[in-house]
T-cell receptor, first 111, second 117 residues
Framework: EAQVTQNPRYLITVTGKKLTVTCSQN?????MSWYRQDPGLGLRQIYY???????DKGDVPEGYKVSRKEKRNFPLILESPSPNQTSLYFC??????????FGPGTRLTVL | AQKITQTQPGMFVQEKEAVTLDCTYD???????LFWYKQPSSGEMIFLIY??????QNATEGRYSLNFQKARKSANLVISASQLGDSAMYFC??????????????FGTGTRLTIIP
């Protein structure tokens, strides 16, 4: 089954404790992206990647890092999480302009 | 820069009625795509329908159709014969085709649709 997977789905952590949210797609898509969703703001792009070893910032990259060492994986790294990074995070991949496939979301709470 | 405006924070509709969710957009790009996504209470983002700016006909996918009025910069989603399972948050989004490499979607703030039995 073609899909985008994210782990963990839910995470409660404390300020400053490094964490990684994994994202994997099995559709051989070159393009992958991370968004965060906050009430009243819709979804905003954090980082994106056009291909292996090619990444760039989106609209809200502060406090996040990414890497793209393999085509299928695009982890989101929070080196020192803060409460304002409490959000719902989505990974997405795309084969082209018509469709983006979203993962199931990761609900992160930073205390 | 692109901007999506969804002016209806919430809507209540009787089951089996048709419903129109409003979306207006602002862009200086000539070629772009418009998308609608559904987000049920479980949280996942479900792609519903796509409209290209140069498509001559309005897009349709089953009970979903997109009322695209390019001159007005509007891309309203129409759901025919609404069902209880249509209760969800709905997001309008767009992406300019000229952004080489970044397929970033710009989202509106969403409309929460509730279907009443």
């Amino acid at each position: 089954e073609a899909q985008v997977t994210q782990n963990p789905r839910y995470l409660i952590t404390v300020t400053g404790k490094k964490l990684t949210v994994t994202c994997s797609q099995n559709m051989n898509h070159e393009y992958m992206s991370w968004y965060r969703q906050d009430p009243g703001l819709g979804l905003r792009q954090i980082y994106y990647s056009m291909n292996v070893e090619v990444t760039d910032k989106g609209d809200v990259p502060e406090g996040y890092k990414v890497s793209r060492k393999e085509k299928r994986n695009f982890p989101l790294i929070l080196e020192s999480p803060s409460p304002n990074q409490t959000s719902l995070y989505f990974c997405a991949s795309s084969p082209g302009r018509h469709t983006q496939y979203f993962g199931p979301g990761t609900r992160l709470t930073v205390l | 820069a692109q901007k999506i405006t969804q002016t209806q924070p919430g809507m209540f509709v009787q089951e089996k009625e048709a419903v129109t969710l409003d979306c207006t957009y602002d862009t200086s790009d000539q070629s772009y795509g418009l998308f609608w996504y559904k987000q049920p209470s479980s949280g996942e983002m479900i792609f519903l329908i796509y409209q290209g700016s140069y498509d001559e006909q309005n897009a349709t996918e089953g009970r979903y159709s997109l009322n695209f009025q390019k001159a007005r910069k509007s891309a309203n989603l129409v759901i025919s014969a609404s069902q209880l399972g249509d209760s969800a948050m709905y997001f309008c989004a767009m992406r300019p085709h000229g952004n080489f490499g970044n397929e970033k979607l710009t989202f509106g703030t969403g409309t929460r649709l509730t279907i009443i039995p």
